[in-house]
Structures are given as structure tokens and as C-alpha cells.
């Protein structure tokens, strides 16, 4: 089965604070995506990478930047966390053979005080 | 990616089908039809896809209008564990990486 692991189920931060989200895919997939879910809004792109290195912005990548290093990581940065960033964030991959699937971690609520 | 329309909320009796409809009325030719769900504190999890003939897997069956402007998820028979947010998608597959965009889904509730 492809696994995708989050580094932490909940998160509290204090405003300001430098935040780094981990994901880890153990399937070899060449892309991978940053999501955050908000109530009312639905999921919305932050950030995904198709190559080790390369990067793309999505819908709302304001705020965060991110690193992917290895293949099978991908890191979501919030370089000063605001309040506004209070969210569940979601990590997901596919391969590139196979576009119809993603592949979703379990989430990281995120809080920021 | 077209846009699709999901009604908020449903509910159905455990051990029935469960009939989740969607409309995709600007959907172009080579759009496909994905659906998901997400259980409570759970990431999406992907259920099927389609273009334009029904397609049937272990989890459900999508049957696609033959003019594809709408489609409707069918969970053949519904348990309690099917509770979630379903949500429909149209988009291009793409080869290399390409962003699904969720909406607000339907929430369904099976109950006893």
C-alpha cells in the first residue's frame, strides 16, 4: 500500500515562529502537493513539486515556501506563522504513470496563537 | 478545470445505495470525472474516475450522462463507515503533476 506520513497530527505555534511541515512518500512518486482545508473553502493548492528540486506555485502560495531535497520529501515552510495560517494541511503524490489518483497523508492541524 | 455543483448534505439508511449526484454541465471533451471522499481527521481518499462510459470498482460505481453533464456516485450498499465528505472532480489527467480542486462536497450521513 502507498503511505504517505505527516510529521505531526497537531501543531501549536506562536505567531512569528518558523514552522516546517514534513511529508514523506515511501512509493517513489515523482510529484508531490502541498494542500491546506479550510471550512467553506475546500482544499486548496499551496505548493507541489514534480521533480526532486523543482517546484511550482499553486492557488495560494503566499506566505510559505517549500523544499524538496529527496524524492520521497517534501517540506512546507512558514517562514513567520500568522494567525491566518491557523489550517489543516494535507500532503499528497502520484507517479507520473498513473495521473488519475492521488495519494493523501492523514493532515497536520496546524494552530497558531 | 470545469466547474461541478454537489448538493451540501444527504442522508441514507445503512444497507441501501447511496445516490451522490453532481453536475458538471461545462465539462469539455477531454475532462474526466474523479470522485473522492474524506472521513473525519482523515486525508481525501480517492474512489473512481471516468470520461464517459460507467465505470465500477470495489468501492462504488459512477454512471456518466451520455451528453457527461452530470454523473452520479453510487455506493451499492451504504454502511456506517461511508460516512464522509464526497467530493466530485472534472480536470484533465495530466502527465506530470496537476493540482486537484476540491469544493465543498457532500456531506453524507448513513445511519442506522
Known amino acids: 500500500d502507498v503511505k504517505v506520513t505527516q510529521s505531526s497530527r497537531y501543531l501549536v505555534k506562536r505567531t512569528g515562529e518558523k514552522v516546517f511541515l514534513e511529508c514523506v512518500q515511501d512509493m517513489d512518486h515523482e510529484n508531490m502537493f502541498w494542500y491546506r482545508q479550510d471550512p467553506g473553502l475546500g482544499l486548496r493548492l499551496i505548493y507541489f513539486?514534480?521533480?526532486?528540486?523543482?517546484?511550482e506555485k499553486g492557488d495560494i502560495p503566499e506566505g510559505y515556501s517549500v523544499s524538496r531535497e529527496k524524492k520521497e520529501r517534501f517540506s512546507l515552510i512558514l517562514e513567520s506563522a500568522s494567525t491566518n495560517q491557523t489550517s489543516m494541511y494535507l500532503c499528497a503524490s502520484n507517479p507520473d504513470r498513473d495521473p488519475y489518483e492521488q495519494y493523501f497523508g492523514p493532515g497536520t492541524r496546524l494552530t497558531v496563537t | 478545470d470545469a466547474k461541478t455543483t454537489q448538493p451540501p448534505s444527504m442522508d441514507c439508511a445503512e444497507g441501501r445505495a447511496a445516490n451522490l449526484p453532481c453536475n458538471h454541465s461545462t465539462i469539455s471533451g477531454n475532462e474526466y470525472v474523479y470522485w473522492y471522499r474524506q472521513i473525519h481527521s482523515q486525508g481525501p481518499q480517492y474512489i473512481i474516475h471516468?470520461?464517459?462510459n460507467n465505470e465500477t470498482n470495489e468501492m462504488a460505481s459512477l454512471i456518466i450522462t451520455e451528453d457527461r453533464k452530470s454523473s452520479t456516485l453510487i455506493l451499492p450498499h451504504a454502511t456506517l463507515r461511508d460516512t464522509a465528505v464526497y467530493y466530485c472532480i472534472v480536470r484533465v489527467p495530466a502527465g506530470t503533476a496537476s493540482k486537484l480542486t476540491f469544493g465543498t462536497g457532500t456531506r453524507l450521513q448513513v445511519t442506522l
Open positions: 513539486s514534480y521533480d526532486v528540486k523543482m517546484k
Open positions: 471516468g470520461l464517459k
